[in-house]
């Protein structure tokens, strides 16, 4: 079993988890088994307690982990399928080691940061080697190099490469080459100090990946090779890319980096077939059609805050050969100025997952918008919510119907508290979680779309539809197309006498991959490239 270590350098959010994804991609496409493995230095023990103003998207697994949204480019790009043992923080790290000192499992000795805290590391790395039996296992080490918190994690990668021996570990550094514009100069200055940063904790990277806005000439590759000590091909180009983060694994493959990962590992490997992946950059570069479609949030301006739903989207247009262009609505000026200004001209509408009161009544107008005006809606966890409480307002004139979460007086709950929920306390990791059964209506669009009737859909939230609601909602024509198998939990409803208005209690947006769009993702776009289109569904 080989071991890639995937470190950063200069500044965050370089792409170290696109690049190890994207490896992984080549790696796979070489015929070798491959898993990933995240590790992230900050102390809560997930990433879901945290505001996606601090962290981006909390990414949900099928075993109910909440993860980092690095987890989510490991399962676009590859077949891995991951589990909580592939995400591991410095939270989880010091919980084991407190627990087992109370065990009295270090009974007489000091319980230290090395050896007990990267004991615990490295045995998190060969867990995963012993489960997942994959030829290589790739280690993302979040943060940048340099950082206190991070220390540890270095340590003990530096002690498994040791340990498992040359040829069997290699280590690639991600770094940032900026371009200097005063000197109209790439600089690599940050990558000498932040190489030289890893190699006195003694690590010594094998490869530089280099992050930058203009190629990489060859008198500067010549100079990084040189300052930092590593050979000229191992001194990677990784430029901006010009349309698509799915371009990372072919540009990664021209610099020959999976080439040069095997040769270092000695692992014999055919050169990987990449025509599948090269067909997706065609309709991603030059699509045949092209459609707006918004989406309602209000992180917007955050890039990472919905990144699997933006990424399922665009796989949604691979799906219809469709270029989308995506425009990010803040619900709070849907509020201020109005649907019709807002939303006008788009082909559909997306209502992403959220938690908290703001931004709500903008969402609620959003669906009465795309109901009214038969624009094809999606509503995911909190847009089924929405759209919801929308039909109960505007349909079923029940002007004060809300959500609980959002008003605990209201006199039509429509969507409220699980009741599994209402003995909780503790707020980490408590939500309903992770995969769970659904059943479709036969004849329903889901149904349709799916091509199945038995479905399995990750979910993370507290609340759900109110049955007390059901009888009324379903004679003015509001669908209730997926249920749990035991026919209580509203899983995804659908309107009649509307050309696409859909939405689920569950997050679609996760199982969706570039080569797999996901259904409920390729329906909504091609019904927005429809409607467009002045086509009849
Ligand atoms: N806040 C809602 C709930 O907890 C929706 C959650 C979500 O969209 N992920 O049920």
Redesign the pocket.
């Known amino acids: 079993m080989k071991f890639i270590f995937v470190t950063g350098g200069v500044v965050s959010s370089l792409g170290k988890g696109l690049t190890a994804a994207a490896l992984g991609t080549l790696l796979e496409n070489r015929g070798l088994k491959v898993a990933l493995q995240k590790f992230d230095p900050y102390l809560n023990v997930d990433p879901g307690t945290m505001s996606p103003y601090q962290h981006g998207e909390v990414y949900v697994l099928d075993d109910g982990a909440e993860t980092d949204l690095d987890l989510g480019h490991y399962e676009r790009f590859t077949n891995v399928k991951l589990t909580r043992m592939n995400n591991l923080t410095s939270g989880q790290v010091y919980q084991t080691v407190l627990n087992n000192e109370r065990e009295g499992k270090y009974l007489g000795k000091t319980v230290q940061v090395i050896p007990h805290v990267t004991d615990e590391i490295k045995n998190r790395i060969h867990a995963l080697a012993e489960k997942s039996k994959a030829d290589v296992i790739i280690t993302e080490i979040g943060g940048t190099t340099g950082d206190i918190e991070g220390l540890p994690f270095l340590e003990a990668i530096r002690e498994f490469a040791l340990e498992v021996g040359y040829h069997n570990a290699i280590f690639m550094h991600v770094t940032y080459v900026p371009f200097i514009k005063a000197a109209g100069e790439l600089k690599t200055k940050p990558t000498q100090q932040s190489v030289a940063k890893l190699r006195e904790i003694g690590i010594a990277p094998h490869v530089l990946v280099c992050r930058c806005e203009r190629p990489l000439d060859k008198d500067l590759r010549h100079k990084i090779s040189m300052f930092c000590n590593v050979p000229l091909e191992a001194v990677i180009e990784e430029k901006d890319v010009d349309h698509s983060i799915y371009e990372v694994p072919l540009m990664l493959q021209r610099e020959r980096v999976d080439e040069l990962v095997c040769r270092l590992l000695q692992l014999t490997t055919p050169a990987p077939n990449m025509t599948h992946w090269q067909e997706i950059i065609r309709k991603l570069i030059a699509p045949q059609h092209r459609v707006r479609v918004g989406v309602v949030g209000k992180y917007i301006g955050l890039q990472d805050a919905y990144k699997s739903v933006y990424e399922a989207i665009i796989h949604g247009g691979v799906a219809n050969d469709c270029g989308v262009e995506i425009v990010q609505v803040d619900a709070e000026d849907i509020e201020k100025n109005g649907a019709e200004k807002m939303l006008k001209g788009l082909g559909g509408i997306l209502v ?5 009161e703001r931004g709500i009544e903008g969402k609620i107008l959003a669906a009465q918008y795309a109901r009214e005006n038969k624009i094809p809606y999606l509503g ?4 089924m ?1 929405i759209a919801t409480i929308e039909f109960a307002r505007n349909v079923l004139k029940l002007p004060k119907a809300h ?1 609980t ?1 959002f008003d605990a007086n209201t006199p039509n709950p429509v ?1 409220a508290m ?1 009741d599994d929920q209402k003995r909780v306390t503790k707020k980490g990791g408590t ?1 309903r979680l992770g995969a769970q059964p659904c059943q479709l209506t036969v004849g329903s669009q889901a149904g349709q779309l799916y091509g199945s009737f038995v479905i399995h859909e990750r ?6 539809f109110n049955n007390a609601y059901r009888e009324k909602f379903e004679k003015a024509g509001f669908v209730f197309s997926g249920l749990s198998p035991d026919g209580k939990l509203v899983e995804v409803i659908e309107l009649k006498d509307h050309p696409f208005f859909l939405a689920s ?1 569950f ?1 679609p947006e996760f199982l969706s991959k570039p080569h797999q769009p996901h259904p409920l993702f390729k329906g909504f776009i091609a019904a927005a490239h429809l409607r467009i289109h002045h086509v009849p569904l």
Do not use: A, D
């Open positions: 992403p997952g959220g938690f908290g995911l966890c909190l847009g919510q959500s979460e969507i699980l939500m979910h993370r939230h507290r609340y759900e209690q997050h």
